[in-house]
């Protein structure tokens, strides 16, 4: 039989009462595989300003990547939106982001 953790609201914050706080890792959906994955396991990349695609760990809409073969070639076999940076990228614009990362560029 699973023990319930008791919680209880002081201040409008949630504060546990018996026990830890059940740990909490962020899944990330991979847009070359779909599947999800913790933030760990994968690359974050966003639209730079020059319309292009970078890798970066901040700001703005991103989508995430397993840094596996079978994935980059996935994501860049494949044609419409790329749903995290809700827009359309085409191919020449996919395979310059693998290929930087391929040689560890990080923007």
């Known amino acids: 039989m699973r023990k319930r953790l008791r919680t209880r609201m002081i201040l409008g914050a949630l504060v546990w009462t018996h026990g830890r706080r059940p740990s909490h890792r962020p899944l990330r959906l991979c847009v070359g595989c779909h599947q999800s994955a913790e ?3 994968l690359r974050r990349f966003s639209c730079s ?3 292009g695609l970078a890798w970066c760990r901040f700001g703005g809409r991103g989508a995430w990547l397993h ?3 079978s994935c980059t070639g996935r994501f860049a076999a ?4 790329v749903r995290g940076l809700g827009r359309r990228v085409d191919r020449a614009a996919r395979e310059i982001l693998i ?3 391929l040689t560890g560029e990080e923007g």
């Open 99 to 101: 290929q930087d990362g």
């Open 67 to 69: 840094p596996h073969p």
């Open 39 to 41: 933030t760990a396991e």
């Open 49 to 51: 300003a020059e319309g």
């Open 78 to 81: 494949a044609r419409g939106p």
